[in-house]
């Protein structure tokens, strides 16, 4: 599983992130990086996937009755994706928060979406609703050898346990 890898942290999880293919064509990639770096989670995995349309229908197999579907599927197949899988304290949660409203005018200033996007079809960024779905993302885009084990230097006085 990967699940708690990262055993110095019980309650450290693992979330999947993507910019769409409107993050990349924007050159917004290094932002959202930054983003979620600078809040103190860590990135172990990241590459470019143009996604298939059968990797997307398995991805959004929940929303496959929406009226909106065929157009998602076409809007997330239009170009590559760059995915992602990040870990830490309640990342799935403070990123969902971080990410911000599924459509960016209703998204608060300070969340990406609110501040990046104005268009729900082209809202720029995914993350995983809960930690389940989280693994079943990051096993559906990710092999166990993309992602990588590694520890954050963690110096008294820098990095504040609570
Ligand atoms: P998310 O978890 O915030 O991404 O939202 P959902 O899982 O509900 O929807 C998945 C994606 O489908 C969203 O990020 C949008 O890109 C798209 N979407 C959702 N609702 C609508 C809608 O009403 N119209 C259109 N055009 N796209 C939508």
Not at 73 to 86: D, K, L, N, R
Not at 139 to 159: H, K, N, P
């Amino acid at each position: 599983s990967l699940l708690n890898r990262n055993m110095a942290d019980p309650r450290a999880e693992p979330t999947f992130l993507a910019v769409k293919p409107d993050g990349v064509q924007r050159g917004l990639v290094g932002e959202i990086i930054s983003r979620f770096r600078k809040l103190g989670y860590q990135l172990v995995a990241g590459k470019f996937v143009w996604p298939s349309k059968d990797l997307l229908h398995d991805h959004y197999a929940e929303l496959s009755s929406k009226p909106f579907f065929p157009g998602l599927i076409e809007y997330m197949s239009s170009g590559p994706v760059f995915a992602m899988v990040w870990e830490g304290t309640d990342v799935v949660s403070v990123g969902r928060k971080t990410i911000g409203a599924t459509n960016p005018r209703k998204s608060p200033i300070g969340t990406i979406r609110g501040d990046l996007a104005i268009d729900v079809g082209r809202n720029i960024c995914y993350g995983s609703e809960s930690v389940g779905t989280a693994e079943r993302e990051i096993a559906l885009w990710f092999t166990t050898d993309e992602v990588a084990s590694y520890d954050l230097a963690r110096r008294i006085g820098f990095i504040k346990k609570n």
